[in-house]
Antibody, heavy 120, light 108 residues
Framework: EVQLVESGGGLVRPGGSLRLSCTAS????????MHWVRQAPGKGLVWVSR????????RYAESVKGRFTISRDNAKNTLYLQMHSLRTDDTAVYYC?????????????WGQGALVTVSP | SYELTQPPSLSVSPGQTARITCSGD??????GNWYQQKPGQAPVVVIF???ERPSGIPERISGSASGTIVTLTITAVQAGDEADYYC???????????FGGGTKLTVL
């Protein structure tokens, strides 16, 4: 059974930093491209970042570029999102998701989400 | 910037057909995916590559594409279909992923 479990969420002050982790199981993690998607309270889904299966290629939404870094450790089956210079509008549930192979960027499995709250 | 546009809401009666549209210029050369999200839950993909249905998704749910529009169709709507639905695709170069704003489907 495919499982994605996020951790590392919490309350942080504006300007602070936080690192999210996503531990994968039930599939060959090193074969899969992975994404982070966030959802502010009561709002829609917003794509944040994408990383290739080997970690060499990354992409970011304009709103987080230069502040967030996506990375992965295939030996630990873990995806990361390092967040710096956090702002109140970064407050959201952050989901990690697997991109299905050959599915045109479809995200076929999602974690349960980690809540990040940025507040003074 | 690239955008996908969906109607914010749609209401249908049980047994009727719901059609949710998603429009965007890049949909002429990029395919669309659809997600269902119920309150307090993570999204679930219901259609990928415009028309393909993942295993476990009922045949009542289908997708189509024409020009700059992709459409999610749910026939014989049930109370359990009440959810938020999001389309998703990429910009023309396949660099950036984007979601539509979401459509809240209400079953009357």
């Amino acid at each position: 059974e495919v499982q994605l479990v996020e951790s590392g969420g919490g309350l942080v002050r504006p300007g602070g930093s936080l690192r999210l982790s996503c531990t994968a199981s039930g599939f060959t993690f090193s074969d899969s491209w992975m994404h982070w998607v966030r959802q502010a309270p009561g709002k829609g889904l917003v794509w944040v970042s994408r990383i290739s299966n080997d970690g060499r290629a990354t992409r970011y939404a304009e709103s987080v570029k230069g502040r967030f870094t996506i990375s992965r450790d295939n030996a630990k089956n873990t995806l990361y999102l390092q967040m710096h210079s956090l702002r109140t509008d970064d407050t959201a549930v952050y989901y990690c998701a697997r991109e299905g192979a050959g599915t045109d960027y479809s995200l076929d499995f999602w974690g349960q989400g980690a809540l990040v709250t940025v507040s003074p | 910037s690239y955008e996908l546009t969906q109607p914010p809401s749609l209401s249908v009666s049980p047994g009727q057909t719901a059609r949710i549209t998603c429009s965007g210029d890049a949909l002429t050369n990029q395919r669309g995916n659809w997600y269902q999200q119920k309150p307090g839950q993570a999204p679930v993909v219901v259609i990928f590559k415009d028309t393909e249905r993942p295993s476990g998704i009922p045949e009542r749910i289908s997708g189509s594409a024409s020009g700059t529009i992709v459409t999610l169709t749910i026939t014989a709507v049930q109370a359990g279909d009440e959810a938020d639905y999001y389309c998703q695709s990429t910009d023309s170069s396949g660099t950036y992923v984007i979601f539509g704003g979401g459509t809240k489907l209400t079953v009357l």
